[in-house]
């Protein structure tokens, strides 16, 4: 996290350091309630998660008066935004180091298994909490459907699960980049293997800066194109004047197994656990194929955000998302059409199209509950 530019704009900052049961270690971000709050006995978590080859970084992109992270801390909520393995807060490890391939060697499965379950016991420990709010976008809703679906003890720990452009069912992926890739690396072959030791995104901080350099207005096309494989061609809500620092802090790292285990959805058309081939299914799972995810294990409320032009999750795919979880209790689509993956962060007017939405679910949650404690105490 960008911890000066916190400051700068007026928050205070903590890190704190977790270590997952396979031995990774993870760097979460805090912004603090340093006042004693007058609703609230304790102030309410809220635990952001971002995409995949994102950071925590991602989060403030909009600034002081339009980032989700200040938004939420400025009415009283204790935030913590967190990150993955392999990502540039997270490339430590008990025994192992970066340059090893076996570091390399994860999904978003074990982000979710391991990662997400390891910062939300720690968040709920240091805390002194039950449970917390969730906001997860792209990759960040992939790890808590996971979680909560194979660890269904998790579901109580959580009060809210909100899914911003949630990457499960990716069938009807409309990008390129999955027709192009996925008859290759989406299924179980000599290259694939290979590269299940390897990191997929270079960190490279000179580099990306360097690109980032050249997004002035008369190269914005030039510029952006970096993200049209993944986002498409439709480029008319992204917020030009945030697109060098976004440049410049993403991508952030990450492994090939990550987008390989997409590019296997892609092609299965199921949300499951990542292919080993017949073989090594067999021995992983006692089945010659990997098993499903059991959606109707995540009980947590839920409430879904989408667009009409987002190239990685289809209409299609998120209804047949909804239709697989039991406890979905809204789902709102974004108004304009061209809205595309990438503006669930950084879009002109995210704020008022997705962030106040946000707070407000958040918000009637924490109004609702304690008018219940309220009529308990009486």
């Known amino acids: 996290m960008k911890v000066k530019r916190i400051r700068r704009d007026g928050y205070p900052v903590e890190d704190h ?10 760097t979460m971000h805090r912004i603090p309630i340093l006042q004693k709050s007058q609703i609230y006995d304790k102030p309410p978590i809220a635990f952001l998660m971002t995409g995949i080859y994102a ?41 192992l180091t970066s340059k090893d391939r076996e570091f390399w060697n994860f999904s978003w499965h074990e982000m979710g298994v391991y990662d997400l379950a390891s910062m939300i016991d720690y968040v709920l420990k240091h805390t002194g909490q039950s449970s917390m709010h969730f906001v997860g976008v792209s990759q960040g809703a992939t790890i808590l459907l996971v979680l909560t679906s194979l660890y269904p003890e998790y579901n109580i720990k959580l009060k809210t699960a909100q899914l911003l452009a949630p990457v499960a069912y990716v069938s009807n992926m409309k990008g390129p980049m999955a027709r192009i890739f996925a008859p290759i690396l989406g299924t179980r072959n000599v290259l694939s293997m290979a590269l299940e030791g390897s990191e997929m995104i270079s960190t ?5 800066e360097l690109l980032a350099l050249n997004c002035k207005d008369e190269n914005f096309r030039i510029c952006v194109s970096r993200l049209w494989p993944a986002v498409g061609y439709e480029t008319k809500y992204l917020n030009k004047t945030l697109l060098p620092e976004v440049l410049a802090n993403f991508p952030v790292g990450g492994s090939f197994k990550q987008m390989m285990h997409y590019l296997q959805e892609y092609n299965s058309g199921r949300f499951q656990q990542y292919n080993y081939g017949q073989l090594g299914n067999q021995v992983i799972y006692n089945s010659t194929d990997p098993p499903s995810y059991p959606l109707h294990k995540v009980t947590v409320p839920v409430f879904i955000y989408y667009s009409q032009n987002d190239y990685i999750v289809a209409v299609k795919d998120v209804a047949k998302l909804v239709k697989q979880l039991p406890n979905v209790h809204a789902v709102f689509k974004v108004p304009w059409k061209k809205w595309n993956h990438f503006d669930f962060i950084c879009g002109l007017r995210v704020k008022e199209i997705i962030f106040d939405k946000v707070v407000d679910v958040i918000s009637n949650y924490n109004i609702l509950f304690n008018n219940i404690k309220k009529r308990n105490k009486i």
């Open 17 to 26: 350091k977790v270590q997952t049961a396979d031995g990774y270690v993870l």
């Open 204 to 208: 490279n901080n000179f580099f990306k």
């Open 55 to 95: 950071s925590s970084d991602a989060f403030v992109f909009s600034g002081k008066d339009g980032s989700l992270p200040y938004m939420l801390s400025d009415l009283g909520y204790d935030v913590w935004m967190g990150n993955n393995r392999g990502n540039v807060y997270c490339r430590s490890h008990a025994f």
